[in-house]
DNA sequence: CGACATCTTGACTACAGTCAATACTAGTGG
DNA sequence: CCACTAGTATTGACTGTAGTCAAGATGTCG
């Protein structure tokens, strides 16, 4: 999988280059996916691009928002935190997906970039003026919804039941069906798989601490699982045997 | 609090006395809230009620969805089971929350009665349709699986990040607080909780085993957090105490 | 090269899980 | 009314998985 990591020198022109929203690389799958031209034409008179660096925060949780958006390029967290410290991610945002929650003056999670990212923004009120106006954008946006509560349910299987060892995997395997998804593809045997995500971020998206992910992706190492070609990336021989590692149906329950 | 929890025998009744939408006790939070007296006599002509005792199941998992509808009393669980057994909550219904998701022709999890249930039901051919035509249903159901998704990513948090003894106080919090909302009160100090879910329910709910279950709300009891009036009656006498004990930030972040 | 991030591995600890015995409660029937 | 049963809940003893603390290894960038 190639998650779009596009260094920063390449994010920030693009902001200029992307006017045109029929050229956008997410038209088909955001919340704009089922708009037509002269919808298009309105969008583009009142959106904006913003771009943040890797590690950058996108939204600070108890701020005021200031805008709401499609993720363009890049990968985000949605994360929350303790008093003490602790940390739990709550959501993982790759292209396509919608940041900010609409009527929602006051944020109520953490975001942040976890590669370089480009956002598609919009004012808050002006997008709530639109989702009044345009059912079909309304439609699209509750269909994202109910995917991601979905996605946020699978989660809390894995958060709930999984061993660290099934967490690590079935972070892969999610890794993975995303990125078949993106090219419209089945999910293949061999296949490698680019890790966007830093050992401890990978240990808030899994509860785990960042040496438990270590060592449970060195024993799936071990058990020839997979292979590390770098600490970022990651060549799984075979898919099934993954599968099978994430305790997870061998057939996945849905194909991708 | 007192989740409703109606003998079966009062619950069958209700479903032919319930014809009027207007004398519905969920008439202002469903999906329906914001419908005019037009558009509910539409949805009385197509409406039916459904009910389930106590463990029986409203849905299952992989098979086709027959009605989707509103939680009009009592309390269902949404589950996922693994292969081996594993079982993990990923939803509580209480009353006006809604069952199923529209365009959804097979369930992805198992809906279960907690509690003796009545169910406002739709055909979800129908229900489709009224999405399509009222954009005050839409915007509702949009409005609501926002609430889920967050009260899901708060789960996220407990299930992830909290210690045992945490998730159940944060598990008792989650009660007071919902049924504070259904009184549209502030959460008082001292409060009764009715339990409407077992030891077991409440592990599958926690990520935990019955036993870790029951030991720690006795040790919470130990400790003067809570009294238990009985198995599934538990008081507590400082609100505060609770939710320091939980773990969180002491006003508990958005009071409600 | 040196400084700092990130990642891996080791030794030890502790929290929650497992297996098992016992207690409690409610419902049934003699 | 009490005995019996079945389901639910509590408690105990022991084990195992993941957390904690700490040392090194690897990698990246000025």
Not at 49 to 69: H, M, N
Not at 112 to 132: G, K, S
Not at 176 to 192: C, S
Not at 203 to 211: N, P, Q, R, S
């Amino acid at each position: 999988m190639q998650i779009n990591q596009m260094p920063n020198t390449l994010a920030r022109p693009a902001a200029a280059a992307l006017s045109d929203c029929s050229e956008c690389p997410i038209r088909l799958h955001a919340v704009c996916a089922r708009c037509e031209a002269s919808e298009l034409a309105e969008l583009e008179r009142i959106k904006f691009y913003r771009s943040f660096s890797a590690g950058e925060a996108i939204l600070w949780a108890q701020e005021p928002v200031e805008f709401v958006g499609s993720l363009v390029s890049g990968v985000a967290t949605i994360t929350q935190t303790l008093e003490d410290g602790r940390r739990q991610m709550v959501g993982l945002l790759l292209p396509s997906d919608f940041v900010g929650r609409p009527g929602q003056a006051i944020a109520r999670y953490d975001v942040t970039a976890a590669t370089d990212v480009l956002l598609c923004c919009f004012r808050p009120r002006a997008f709530e003026a639109l989702l009044q106006r345009k059912p079909e954008i309304a439609h699209r946006l509750l269909e994202m919804t109910l995917d991601e509560l979905d996605a946020a349910r699978e989660w809390m299987l894995v958060l709930g039941r999984k061993t660290a060892r099934e967490k690590i995997a079935s972070l892969f395997v999610i890794f993975a069906r995303r990125e078949a998804k993106r090219q419209r593809a089945k999910v293949a045997q061999e296949l490698v798989i680019d890790l966007p995500l830093s050992r401890e971020t990978m240990a808030d998206y899994l509860g785990l601490t960042l040496e438990t992910v270590s060592r449970q992706i060195s024993a799936l190492r071990k058990d020839g699982v997979l292979t590390l070609l770098s600490a970022r990336k990651v060549l799984i021989p075979r898919f099934d045997r993954l599968l099978e590692a994430a305790g997870d149906d061998s057939d996945g329950g849905f194909v991708l």
